[in-house]
DNA sequence: TAATTCAATGCAAGGGAAGTGCATTATTCG
DNA sequence: CGAATAATGCACTTCCCTTGCATTGAATTA
């Protein structure tokens, strides 16, 4: 088992309290957060602060940005079987209309999208939209 | 054939000088527009006015909002092919990495999505990213 | 340990896009 | 024509994203 320090220093992300906390957010929450959502979180942090360690795991990996649809970016972490960095990977997502929580589904994998001719596919961004199964069972 | 004016009025919408141009710039656009595009296009005009305007024609569903990824809402007129007041119909856009435009494919449907038991799919929002034909072609 | 260096953090400000309230102008209808 | 209604234009606000700069903190070296 790897601890997040170890995590964090595998991936060349120098180790801070306030970095701990962000990752440990991030993995205890199931669904993409927004940026506002960490920092309702942490009242006491910089916003900037919070900015500029998303895009610090963003850009070593660890994270990687959803867009729903809903004109807020939002943020989740990387998990084994999402390869984001490699452009062929194929996310998909799903956004609750009744909650508004958008969750990574990286065991859905996307059929494979016909363009027309001239037409290079290097990525394909996926949104289902509906209702999620915790606001359809009840 | 039908006339702009005659296309507006049947679809409930009054007819001004202002709206038969904004139509007419749609039109002649292949590609999905942002409300910045437009406005430069008329830099006579109010942005508000042509916000309010996108804002009816879409209420009257003759133009529909296109999310593909950049952050910025584009839009673009709907043609024959283009259910897209029907729920299950499934947009499909072309976004180029190179030239940074959008592509409304209408004739390219998409496949069924499969997701998890308890979740309810209602709509599909798929973007390609890639090279278009116009870059991909030199 | 003390001094140096570089990254992380915090504060302030700016920019862009979306949206709203209200007055004014234009259009439609009686 | 005159009244009512819709469209337009102006001003302003809000929200999110982003950057510059000063300060704090951690790590490295003498």
Redesign the interface.
């Known amino acids: 088992m790897q601890t997040i320090e170890e995590l964090l220093e595998a991936n060349n992300i120098r180790v801070t309290a306030m970095r701990l906390l962000i990752y440990k957010f991030l993995a205890q929450k199931k669904v993409a957060v927004t940026l506002s959502d960490i920092e309702n979180a942490f009242e006491k942090a910089d916003r900037t602060t919070l900015y500029r360690t998303i895009k610090t795991f963003e850009e070593k990996a660890i994270v990687h940005q959803i ?1 729903d ?1 809903t ?1 807020i ?1 939002k943020y989740a972490l990387c998990e084994k079987g999402c390869n984001c960095e490699i452009e062929t990977d194929l996310h ?1 997502h ?1 956004h609750c ?1 009744n909650c508004n929580e958008t969750i990574c ?1 990286t065991d ?1 994998k ?2 494979q ?21 915790k606001c ?2 009840e």
Not at 113 to 133: R, Y
């Open positions: 867009d649809g004109g970016t998909l799903f209309n589904l859905h996307i059929p999208i016909k363009v027309p001719n001239g037409f290079i596919s290097e990525n394909v961004n996926l949104v289902v939209k509906g209702i999620c199964d359809s069972g």
